[in-house]
């Protein structure tokens, strides 16, 4: 995004937000343009490759073999990381961040409270094996709003995730990854997405780029299916009962229009 004005930006985003003018040209109740591309990586058992404004995310799924949780012997495995690096933004430091680990909290939360992954079906041998679903999400580009990216990516990844094929020999089990089975991953008919609010002052603003995310007295994210299945929210800034009320309503709205976009 290119600025060309002296005054600091911060201050120039709380200006225009008041009239209603995004530094972007957007609604205030506008998304950015939404590109996917399914399928994206040939070694992956599912993956997705997705643009939000300049917010670029690459979703990758593998499954692995492995022993079950004790306490949840008849549910597969979920692993939800999501990747930062000094590539994708340059006030990220190599290493795990903190923001990268709050990131992986959320879009695993929803993907889990919306149970999308019928978990039961990845069941290999009860109590012995199950399989384990690694959704690695990494960022590519930081523009802001990266839960929605990052969830977006996740879900078109799963939705079109394979089995590989699956040998057993003397009472082992092993993966033969280069043949990929016509069986997909078991998942329910509820998809979730995320819907992240900025609040800017009195005013909300859908989707925040970078620029507005800094700017911001606080940033909500609401994860829907048939329910609220997440609920997170970002700085200390102030929000009604009935302003909540009002993102829920757009937020409803929001998710037939991403849902669209994934199917």
Same mark, same amino acid.
């Given at each position: 995004?290119?600025?060309?004005?002296?005054?600091?930006?911060?201050?120039?985003?709380?200006?225009?937000?008041?009239?209603?003018?995004?530094?972007?040209?957007?609604?205030?109740?506008?998304?950015?343009?939404?590109?996917?591309?399914?399928?994206?990586?040939?070694?992956? @058992?599912?993956?997705? /490759?997705?643009?939000?404004? %300049?917010? !670029?995310?690459?979703?990758?799924?593998? =499954?692995?073999?492995?022993? &079950?949780?004790?306490?949840?012997?008849?549910?597969?495995?979920?692993?939800?990381?999501?990747?930062?690096?000094?590539?994708?933004?340059?006030?990220?430091?190599?290493?795990?961040?903190?923001?990268?680990?709050?990131?992986?909290?959320?879009?695993?939360?929803?993907?889990?409270?919306?149970?999308?992954?019928?978990?039961?079906?990845?069941?290999?041998?009860?109590?012995?094996?199950?399989?384990?679903?690694?959704?690695?999400?990494?960022?590519?580009?930081?523009?802001?709003?990266?839960?929605?990216?990052?969830?977006?990516?996740?879900?078109?990844?799963?939705?079109?995730?394979?089995?590989?094929?699956?040998?057993? @020999?003397?009472?082992? /089990?092993?993966?033969?990854? %280069?043949? !990929?089975?016509?069986?997909?991953?078991? =998942?329910?008919?509820?998809? &979730?997405?995320?819907?992240?609010?900025?609040?800017?002052?009195?005013?909300?603003?859908?989707?925040?780029?970078?620029?507005?995310?800094?700017?911001?007295?606080?940033?909500?994210?609401?994860?829907?299916?048939?329910?609220?299945?997440?609920?997170?929210?970002?700085?200390?800034?102030?929000?009604?009962?009935?302003?909540?009320?009002?993102?829920?309503?757009?937020?409803?709205?929001?998710?037939?229009?991403?849902?669209?976009?994934?199917?």
């Amino acid at each position: 995004m290119d600025i060309d004005f002296e005054e600091n930006i911060t201050d120039y985003i709380r200006k225009i937000i008041k009239e209603n003018y995004r530094i972007d040209k957007r609604g205030l109740l506008e998304y950015r343009d939404i590109k996917i591309i399914k399928n994206y990586i040939k070694n992956a @058992e599912g993956s997705c /490759y997705l643009e939000l404004g %300049k917010t !670029k995310v690459l979703a990758g799924v593998k =499954l692995e073999i492995a022993e &079950p949780f004790q306490d949840n012997e008849d549910s597969g495995i979920l692993v939800t990381t999501v990747n930062l690096s000094p590539v994708s933004d340059i006030n990220v430091d190599l290493g795990t961040s903190e923001e990268a680990i709050e990131y992986s909290r959320v879009v695993d939360r929803i993907l889990r409270e919306s149970r999308f992954i019928n978990d039961k079906e990845l069941v290999i041998e009860p109590g012995k094996y199950v399989w384990s679903v690694l959704l690695d999400i990494y960022v590519l580009n930081n523009d802001g709003n990266i839960i929605d990216a990052s969830t977006l990516a996740s879900i078109c990844a799963l939705m079109n995730t394979y089995f590989p094929e699956l040998i057993k @020999e003397n009472g082992e /089990y092993k993966i033969n990854p %280069k043949n !990929k089975t016509n069986k997909k991953l078991p =998942l329910n008919k509820n998809i &979730p997405v995320m819907v992240s609010f900025a609040k800017i002052d009195d005013k909300f603003i859908v989707d925040p780029n970078k620029y507005e995310e800094e700017a911001a007295d606080m940033i909500i994210h609401i994860g829907l299916s048939d329910k609220i299945n997440a609920l997170q929210t970002r700085k200390s800034g102030p929000i009604s009962l009935e302003e909540f009320n009002n993102l829920l309503s757009e937020a409803e709205k929001f998710k037939d229009y991403l849902l669209k976009k994934i199917q």
